[in-house]
C-alpha cells in the first residue's frame, strides 16, 4: 500500500521561513515524481513545485526565487524550503507522488497535507 506523508507546516509571520518534508512508501516500481500543491479555501489546488526521479524541478511563478525542492537521502523523500513567506502563501500542502489535480479531482497519491499559515 502506498503512504504519503507530509509534515512541517505551521503558523509564521510574514518574512520567515518554514521547511516541509514529505515521504512515499510502498512504490514497487521505480522512484515516482514528487510534487507539492497547495489549496486555500475557495480555491482550486495549485501546483507549487515539483521534482522529478531524475531530479529535474519545476516552479510556479509565484514561488520561484522563494521556495526550493530536493530530494532528501532517498528519491522517495523530498523537502520543500519556504522563505519570505507572504500571506497569500496560506494554504494546506499537499505532498503527491505521481499525482496532479484539475479542478476538484486529485490523481495519484496524495497525503493529508499540513497547514501553513502566513501572518502580515
Known amino acids: 500500500e502506498v503512504q504519503v506523508v507530509e509534515s512541517g507546516g505551521s503558523s509564521v509571520q510574514a518574512g520567515g521561513s518554514l521547511r516541509l518534508s514529505c515521504t512515499a512508501s510502498?512504490?514497487?516500481?521505480?522512484?515516482?515524481?514528487m510534487a507539492w500543491y497547495r489549496q486555500a479555501p475557495g480555491n482550486e489546488c495549485e501546483l507549487v513545485s515539483s521534482i522529478s526521479s531524475d531530479g529535474s524541478t519545476y516552479y510556479a511563478d509565484f514561488v520561484k526565487g522563494r521556495f526550493t525542492i530536493s530530494h532528501g537521502s532517498a528519491k522517495n523523500t523530498v523537502y520543500l524550503q519556504m522563505t519570505s513567506l507572504k500571506p497569500e502563501d496560506t494554504a494546506v500542502y499537499y505532498c503527491?507522488?505521481?499525482?496532479?489535480?484539475?479542478?476538484?479531482?486529485?490523481?495519484?497519491?496524495w497525503g493529508q497535507g499540513t497547514q501553513v499559515t502566513v501572518s502580515s
Open positions: 503527491a507522488a505521481d499525482g496532479a489535480c484539475s479542478g476538484s479531482a486529485r490523481f495519484g497519491y
Open positions: 510502498g512504490f514497487t516500481y521505480d522512484d515516482p515524481d
